[in-house]
T-cell receptor, first 113, second 116 residues
Framework: AQTVTQSQPEMSVQEAETVTLSCTYD???????LFWYKQPPSRQMILVIR??????QNATENRFSVNFQKAAKSFSLKISDSQLGDAAMYFC??????????FGKGTHLIIQP | EAGVAQSPRYKIIEKRQSVAFWCNPI?????LYWYQQILGQGPKLLIQ????????DSQLPKDRFSAERLKGVDSTLKIQPAKLEDSAVYLC??????????????FGPGTRLTVT
């Protein structure tokens, strides 16, 4: 079974600075997808960024980028120029093929003004 | 484009009572998922439908939980009878499938269930 581990229960960063959230996963599959989701207090789960395992290039979406290390099974999220609206729970998730998502326990991101 | 709709948003029941949740996926999305998110944890997949057929229900507690997706569109998740440990947010998600490719999952706002 696949597992996803987020070792940082909470992270704090000053507004406008950069923060990196960590995620590791375990799988025996070679073809899979990785995601970062944001969940604000409203509970709506919002997709931040996705990475296909077969792609060597790290995904980037505006201020959000990932560092995907397939051999190390590591998938970290970097948020540049942090904004107050970035404050939320962030979940790392794994999907093999057409399966459902396997989520980590989440990292609570606090933005200090 | 309308998102995934869920109702009710909140529900409080006593243990041993029954409860049902409703989900309407994004139009055209053949795949529908139900997740359970206990406070302080990430969501856990309960069941996955492809059209009106079950793809994966390996983590669904079948002695008390049931789900159906009639006509391959709306879905209901039922708990009967509820236990205290069922207190959680129940999230519905849907995704588009084209051939062998499954696209991103879009989530609804969730239903917060409190069992007292």
């Amino acid at each position: 079974a696949q597992t996803v581990t987020q070792s940082q229960p909470e992270m704090s960063v000053q507004e406008a600075e950069t923060v990196t959230l960590s995620c590791t996963y375990d799988t025996s599959e070679s073809d899979y997808y990785l995601f970062w989701y944001k969940q604000p207090p409203s509970r709506q789960m919002i997709l931040v960024i996705r990475q296909e395992a077969y792609k060597q290039q790290n995904a980037t979406e505006n201020r959000f980028s990932v560092n995907f290390q397939k051999a190390a099974k590591s998938f970290s999220l970097k948020i540049s120029d942090s904004q107050l609206g970035d404050a939320a729970m962030y979940f790392c998730a794994y999907r093999g093929g057409a399966d459902g998502l396997t989520f980590g326990k989440g990292t609570h991101l606090i933005i200090q003004p | 484009e309308a998102g995934v709709a869920q109702s009710p948003r909140y529900k409080i029941i006593e243990k041993r009572q029954s409860v049902a949740f409703w989900c309407n996926p994004i139009s055209g999305h053949a795949t529908l998922y139900w997740y359970q998110q206990i406070l302080g944890q990430g969501p856990k997949l309960l069941i996955q439908f492809q059209n009106n057929g079950v793809v994966d229900d390996s983590q669904l507690p079948k002695d008390r939980f049931s789900a159906e997706r009639l006509k391959g569109v709306d879905s209901t998740l039922k708990i009967q009878p509820a236990k205290l440990e069922d207190s959680a947010v129940y999230l519905c998600a849907s995704s588009l499938r084209q051939g062998a490719v499954e696209y991103e999952q879009y989530f609804g706002p969730g239903t917060r269930l409190t069992v007292t």
